[in-house]
T-cell receptor, first 112, second 119 residues
């Protein structure tokens, strides 16, 4: 079967760094997405990886290792507004631009 | 503002009611999606439309009936729902672009969702 695993909840301190891991088992791979979702709001796109390596975007970076079926989202200089759920999703099939396989999300709690 | 709007934001209905959820996207996208989001569960894809044609139907019960009159509007018609259908229903859109070729990220843009409670 196809599966995305990520921790249910993490806690970090304001100003610190946190790494949210995501592992996947899918029948194919055509890109991995990270989304942020604040409570009661829509998920918003954060990053996309299709090749191995690190993609950096300001305070957020995302890493991918296709051979290990592994990605992480790195958040630096944490701010209180970063408290949210972080969703990992994989586009699993080369013949579909539409189907994403989603993880259940990691709820990140930032403490002062 | 994500460019995708949904109405209503909250809906309470009885099991015998009929209601409709509406989604509109102002981004010029070709593909639109309905998702169900339940607490602590992954997003469940329900339906996908590309250029108004339904391309995915992930074994959704017939009490959920989608309608896509054009590339900008998407409806989800609800009838004789069950309490376990209570969830957040999210609409999303993306640029689409056919199959076998990824021209860009093709990321999905989500609406704020409709919080549905079935009594």
């Amino acid at each position: 079967g196809q599966n995305i695993d990520q921790p249910t909840e993490m806690t970090a301190t304001e100003g610190a760094i946190v790494q949210i891991n995501c592992t996947y088992q899918t029948s194919g791979f055509n890109g991995l997405f990270w989304y942020q979702q604040h409570a009661g709001e829509a998920p918003t796109f954060l990053s996309y990886n299709v090749l191995d390596g690190l993609e950096e975007k300001g305070r957020f970076s995302s890493f991918l290792s296709r051979s290990k079926g592994y990605s992480y989202l790195l958040l630096k200089e944490l701010q209180m507004k970063d408290s949210a759920s972080y969703l990992c999703a994989v586009r699993g099939h080369m013949d579909s631009n539409y189907q994403l396989i989603w993880g259940a999300g990691t709820k990140l709690i930032i403490k002062p | 503002e994500t460019g995708v709007t949904q109405t209503p934001r909250h809906l309470v209905m009885g099991m015998t009611n009929k209601k409709s959820l509406k989604c509109e996207q102002h981004l010029g996208h070709n593909a639109m999606y309905w998702y169900k989001q339940s607490a602590k569960k992954p997003l469940e894809l329900m339906f996908v439309y590309n250029f108004k044609e339904q391309t995915e139907n992930n074994s959704v019960p017939s009490r959920f009936s989608p309608e896509c009159p054009n590339s900008s509007h998407l409806f989800l018609h609800l009838h004789t729902l069950q309490p376990e259908d209570s969830a957040l229903y999210l609409c999303a859109s993306s640029q689409g672009g056919g199959t076998g070729e990824i021209r860009n990220y093709n990321e999905q843009f989500f609406g704020p969702g409709t919080r549905l409670t079935v009594l």
